[in-house]
């Protein structure tokens, strides 16, 4: 609040110097009282526009330095690699025309501006420059196009070969549950018009369903490392969004039908803990929170990197903590991690 009354306070304080400065050269009998730009004022704008474009690039650099590291660490899926270097390319692309497009820009604005007696050459068209800077973004934009279709379509190919590993992600107002297809990896039946929550059925399991038995529903997601996961996604309410950053991937999650998406991850959690970035990361984020606590403020431990699935749209007022654990790790300890965990009907057996 002080801050915005600091903000109005200096804004009619600059209206009151500009004001005054205005009648300060009213008041004066000037020589040249025309509306229309001289020389001067021509030069003035010249000298602007060179200083705008190194504002610009200016801040350019800066973003890179002080931002650049909030960047996603390397993927930790297969399809990952992929997805980061059509984003890259795409990037470099982007950067080098606004570079030069802007130079070119500022750099004319400034060469050809208005002078006593300057006339400006006036034809009504070229060709050859018309063709060529129409045909550089065709080629250009047709080539990151078609890139861009064949890494969609490679990514979005949801499909059973290699056996992959079949879970549910259910979102709900404002948590996620995972449920895996058991020892048959196949999903029982599930409608929301069946959950019962006496009787802890809480994602609506069709029970006289034989694959629904087996199904093991949990609140972290454990995935086997190296091999591929088919996810199918539910919503119970609004509209969610699976995101799962670190692995390049997202899906809408929406009521009344079945969405999917499929990745393989390529890293386990420990040794996404050994890369450099997210190193530094944790090393930042615990050196603010030794600050808090030190300051007394809750919930300021350290923190260790984990994977995480996100709700990415905005669903409601606690959207913002819709999260889940995201665990990779080796084959055996998925299995022990899995075994160790309860099945449906041991869930109904229990509460009945
Ligand atoms: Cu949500």
């Excluded at 304080?13 to 205005?22: L, R």
């Excluded at 004319?108 to 034809?123: D, I, P, S, V, W």
């Excluded at 996404?272 to 929170?289: A, G, L």
Aim: hydrophobic residues 45%.
């Amino acid at each position: 609040m002080t801050t915005l009354l600091i903000f109005i306070v200096l804004g009619l304080v600059f209206i009151a110097i500009w004001q005054m400065t205005k009648i300060f050269e009213l008041s004066q009998l000037k020589s040249e009282q025309s509306q229309i730009a001289n020389d001067t004022d021509n030069k003035y704008n010249g000298y602007l526009l060179f200083a705008f474009l190194i504002f610009i690039y200016g801040i350019t650099i800066f973003s890179f330095w002080k931002y650049g590291k909030f960047l996603l660490p390397e993927a930790a899926s297969e399809h990952g690699a992929m997805y980061d270097q059509l984003e890259l390319v795409s990037y470099i692309i982007i950067f080098a025309v606004q570079t030069l497009t802007q130079f070119l820009l500022h750099y004319f604005g400034f060469k050809y501006r208005g002078r006593k007696g300057l006339k400006a050459l006036f034809f009504a068209d070229n060709d050859r420059l018309e063709f060529i800077w129409t045909i550089i973004p065709v080629i250009t934009l047709a080539g990151l196009i078609l890139w861009g279709l064949y890494t969609w379509t490679d990514i979005m190919d949801v499909n059973d070969e290699d056996d992959p590993l079949i879970v549910e992600l259910y979102a709900q107002q404002f948590n996620w549950t995972a449920r895996y297809g058991g020892s048959d990896n196949v999903l029982g039946e599930a409608n929301v018009r069946m959950i019962d929550i006496d009787k802890a059925n809480i994602l609506g399991l069709d029970e006289s369903d034989s694959y629904s038995r087996d199904d093991v529903i949990v609140k972290e997601l454990h995935l086997p490392v190296g091999r591929k996961v088919n996810f199918y996604f539910r919503s119970q309410d609004v509209l969610h969004s699976a995101y799962m950053p670190h692995f390049r991937a997202q899906m809408n999650c929406v009521p009344g039908m079945i969405t999917e998406f499929s990745f393989t991850p390529i890293t386990t959690t420990v040794d996404m803990r050994q890369n450099p970035d997210v190193i530094d990361k944790v090393n930042r984020t615990n050196k603010i929170r030794a600050e808090k606590a030190a300051a007394g403020a809750e919930n300021s431990d350290p923190w260790e990197f984990d994977y995480i699935l996100l709700c990415n749209k905005i669903c409601g007022k606690s959207h913002y903590n819709m999260q889940m654990k995201i665990i990779v790790e080796t084959q055996e300890e998925y299995d022990a991690w899995i075994k160790s965990q309860q099945t449906f009907s041991d869930t109904m057996a229990s509460v009945q």
